[in-house]
Every structure is written in structure tokens, then in C-alpha cells.
């Protein structure tokens, strides 16, 4: 890990023989690691996909899925004590307003326009004409909830349920009322403060010791996915794949850069560099709440914000923010109309992308939040549910791309937030920092 008074230490004992010979690989910056598991695992995956021997991917995989496990472990207890303590901190209830109003107007903004940014392109390439999805078999989405049963599901009727269930909307919701209420309480109120900031100590140790195990964990979900699906069942949706990719990169480069640039006044290429480790795990995770360990760290040690705004906008992210899943459903939606010969209209374009936007909000705590808010955005606009089941075939390398995007915006909200509020460490956003191995 770097040095950094938020979190752990380096270990400073004099390196042992079997320290010394792993020093070239444990000395690598952690992105540096996870990046060459990536590839390494890619291969492998593609190499055994390629020689019939899919099962040894599938024999490979429970040492991605015990990672994944343990960084779902830490969710629940890391978004109750990171919010308690950073809503405590708020001493100024005025601030606590602003926050959210910020945060949330920035993500919602950015939602618009990625699934904006997906229809522009979907329109521009036509990656549906000429495929026949006629004949695609229906697959069973759930229903997205209502606007009614989305507020009324933002409040715990049991709190230990919500987090027994790990329902993280209701999470953050009796987290923001307990930081609150510490705070009104005052004085009386100091040790229950003290203890959730020891907490919060505690749960950050526990997290860099998990993350480092990061590109092991990489390494085999990577080799799953290519020796599960190869590079033959990419073929015929190639181009729809190559527009979200695309899109979600030009989404981040022109949008967070742009942003950041002439916004906040902060150069975007450190941006990039500062959050590139949430983002390669959120890319092979597929899971911006299960990258939200990684993201919290990385906003703090690299980026420099302040705990007291990363706390509070990046678990907040994790579950509403979907600039990336937006843009999926821009360049489905027409790839589906496109496939099956319907013409939208202007009417049309502006229901995808409303439906999308606020849809965000009421699917982002649903497993599946792709497909259900794709169900959704197709159901408003009258395109049939049936293009779904294509689109379930590839969602798996689809949603690599999107997760990654909605981890990027988040680092990059939690930047321009803490820049507004005054609370961006600008001395380390501008110094190259890099999160390394804690068994370095």
C-alpha cells in the first residue's frame, strides 16, 4: 500500500528469503499486478477455450469467486461505518445538504447524458441492421420496481434485516440517520463517535489486507470468462460490443476529463492514473458495490479526498451511479429497434433516456440491473422484450465496460464534490501515488 496516514502501513521488518524472491512481483504498484493478471488470465481463458478444456476454467473459478466473497464481506460493515463517521463529521448540517444535493445532481446529469452518448453512437453505426432477432427466445427479467415502491423501499422496516439481506439503499439511508443523530445529540453523543471512527479503522485494515489478493482473484475470473465464452460467441454481436466500449471510453475522456478540466481545474490524466485500480477490479468484478473497498481507497490515498466526502458520495455512487449501464441501454435499445425494423422518433429518444436516468435509481440495489433496466427502457418505448435474450448472451462482456464506467464516475464525482467543498488534498491529487500489495 502507499504511505498514507488513512490506511495501513507498509510493513517495515527486514524481508525474509522467500520475500526477496517475490520482491520483483510484490513491488509491483497493485494496478501494475492486477493488469498483468488480466492478461495473463485472458489467455489462458482463451487457450483453453480454444483446446476444448473449459471444464479446468470452471475448475479455475471458486478462487475468483472466494475473492469476490471476501470483498463482499466488507461492504455492508464498510458503507454503515464509513457514512456513520462521515455524516458525524458534518458538523454543519447546511454542508450535509449541499453534499447530497451536489452528488446527486452530478450523477443523475451524467446518467443523462452517457445514455445519450449511447444512442448518438448506436444511431450513427447501426450495429442492429441486418441481424435477425426474430427468432430469439425469451428470457425472464424481473420486474423493475415502481417509483412508489422504490421511495418506500429506501426505509428499513427492520434495520438488522436490511442488513442481514445487504440491501445497501437501506444501508445508507440508516447510516446517514445515525451519523445525524450522533451529531444533534453532541457531547453526549463522543464515545459512540470515538468508537465507529476506531471502526472505521479496523474495517480499512481488514480491506487492504483483502485487496491484496486482488490480481490472484483477477486472474481466475478472467481465465473463467474466456474459457467460458471464447472469442467465437463474440463474433456476431461484435459490433454492438465495440460501440459500448467505445462509448463508455469516450464517456469517461470527454465527459469526467472534460469535467475535471475546466469544472474543477484539475488535470484528468492524474484523474485516470489515480483511479485506474477500482477500475480494472470493476471491470473483472462486474460489481461497482464489490469494488467500493478498493474505489474508497483509492479516492483517498491517490486521488486526495477527503473522508469526509469520499465517505459519503462513493457508497451513495455504488448504488445509484450508472453513467455506464445507461449507456448500455442506449445502444441496446436501438440495436434492438434497429434489428427488428422499428423507427423511433424524437418522442421516443427522450423517453430512453428519461426512463434510463430515473431507472437508475430504482434497479441500481437489483442483481441483474442491466437486463431489468433494459426490460424496462424497451417496455416504454413498445420495442419487444424478446431482444433481451440476445443481449443476455453477451451481457456478461457488456457489463465488464459499464461497471468499469460507473466506478470511474464515481471516483470522478467524489473529486469534483470534494474540490467544491474544499476538501481535496490538491498536493496528493497532482503527486503520483499507487496503491500497492500490503504482503509487499
Avoid at 122 to 139: E, N
Amino acid at each position: 500500500m502507499a504511505d498514507t496516514d488513512s490506511f495501513a502501513e507498509r510493513d517495515s521488518r527486514t524481508p525474509g528469503p522467500v520475500a526477496r524472491l517475490l520482491s520483483p512481483w510484490t513491488g509491483l504498484p497493485l494496478w501494475k499486478q492486477i493488469f498483468i493478471a488480466l492478461v495473463l488470465g485472458l489467455g489462458l481463458g482463451i487457450l483453453l477455450n480454444q483446446t476444448g478444456r473449459a471444464d479446468i476454467a470452471a475448475d479455475i473459478k471458486p478462487l475468483g469467486d472466494l475473492f469476490i466473497r471476501a470483498i463482499k464481506m466488507l461492504i455492508v460493515p464498510l458503507v454503515f461505518v464509513s457514512l456513520v463517521t462521515g455524516v458525524a463529521s458534518l458538523d454543519n448540517l447546511a454542508r450535509l445538504g449541499r453534499l447530497s444535493l451536489k452528488t446527486l445532481g452530478l450523477y443523475l446529469g451524467m446518467t443523462a447524458v452517457a445514455i445519450t452518448i449511447g444512442l448518438g453512437l448506436a444511431a450513427l453505426f447501426q450495429p442492429g441492421v441486418g441481424i435477425d432477432l426474430g427468432s430469439a427466445a425469451g428470457v425472464e427479467v424481473r420486474e423493475a420496481p415502481t417509483a412508489v415502491e422504490t421511495l418506500l423501499g429506501l426505509v428499513p422496516t427492520n434495520a438488522v434485516e436490511a442488513f442481514a439481506e445487504g440491501n445497501v439503499l437501506q444501508i445508507i439511508v440508516f447510516a446517514i440517520l445515525f451519523g445525524l443523530s450522533i451529531t444533534l445529540v453532541g457531547e453526549k453523543a463522543r464515545p459512540v463517535r470515538v468508537f465507529f471512527e476506531s471502526a472505521a479503522e479496523i474495517i480499512y485494515r481488514m480491506t487492504s489486507i483483502v485487496i491484496a489478493f486482488t490480481p490472484y482473484g483477477v486472474f481466475a475470473l478472467m481465465a473463467w470468462v474466456a474459457g467460458t465464452y471464447g472469442l467465437a460467441m463474440l463474433a456476431p454481436l461484435a459490433k454492438v460490443i465495440a460501440i459500448v466500449y467505445l462509448g463508455c471510453i469516450v464517456h469517461a475522456v470527454v465527459v469526467y476529463g472534460g469535467l475535471l478540466r475546466f469544472v474543477a481545474h484539475l488535470n484528468p490524466v492524474r484523474y485516470f492514473q489515480g483511479s485506474v485500480e477500482p477500475i480494472m477490479l470493476a471491470f473483472t468484478s462486474t460489481s461497482s458495490s464489490g469494488t467500493l473497498p478498493v474505489t474508497m481507497m483509492a479516492a483517498e490515498q491517490n486521488l486526495g479526498v477527503k473522508r469526509s466526502v469520499s465517505s459519503f458520495v462513493l457508497p451513495l455512487g455504488a448504488t445509484i451511479n450508472m453513467d455506464g449501464t445507461a449507456l448500455y441501454q442506449g445502444v441496446c435499445a436501438l440495436f434492438i429497434a434497429q434489428a427488428y425494423g422499428v423507427d423511433l422518433g424524437m418522442t421516443e429518444y427522450v423517453t430512453i433516456i428519461m426512463t434510463a436516468t430515473l431507472g437508475s435509481i430504482g434497479t441500481a440495489g437489483v442483481p441483474g440491473a442491466g437486463l431489468i433496466m433494459l426490460s424496462l427502457v424497451l417496455t416504454s418505448v413498445g420495442l419487444p422484450l424478446e431482444g433481451v435474450a440476445i443481449i443476455a448472451g453477451i451481457d456478461r462482456v457488456l457489463d465488464m465496460a459499464r461497471t468499469g464506467l460507473n466506478v470511474a464516475g464515481d471516483c470522478a464525482v467524489s473529486c469534483l464534490v470534494a474540490k467544491s467543498e474544499k476538501a481535496l488534498d490538491e498536493e496528493v491529487f497532482n503527486t503520483p501515488h499507487v496503491m500497492r500489495s500490503t504482503l509487499s
